[in-house]
């Protein structure tokens, strides 16, 4: 496997009003466990400076099939039970390709 192989992506997650910190709170929740998933390299939490209402994941997978597996697996599924509450507009997600 090589960093070619890698996937990187950013997430946005808006809040509903109000709900900031508990979208924030159900975020920092999963994060030790998925640190943990088979092919996790990097997934960092991070809230904007400028919208408290707008959290952005950077996530860095190994490969398509650790990312797949984690779209698919229980950590983020008991995060996405959540999103209809909290979050105000479907979550954004944006690929990336590393210019080397």
């Not at 709170?25 to 998933?37: R, T």
């Not at 996530?59 to 984690?70: F, G, L, R, S, V």
């Not at 105000?88 to 210019?99: M, N």
Request: proline fraction near 6%; aromatic fraction near 6%.
């Amino acid at each position: 496997m090589t960093d070619q192989d890698q996937i990187q992506l950013i997430a946005y997650l808006f809040a509903k009003p109000g709900k900031a910190q508990a979208l924030i709170d159900a975020l920092l929740s999963i994060v030790p466990a998925v640190l943990k998933e088979t092919g996790c390299i990097a997934y960092t939490p991070h809230i904007s400076r400028e919208n408290p209402d707008m959290v952005v994941m950077y996530e860095i997978w190994a490969d398509q099939a650790t990312h797949d597996a984690h779209a698919k697996g229980a950590n983020l599924g008991a995060l996405a039970a959540q999103f209809g509450d909290l979050l105000a507009e479907p979550l954004r997600v944006e690929p990336l390709r590393r210019l080397d």
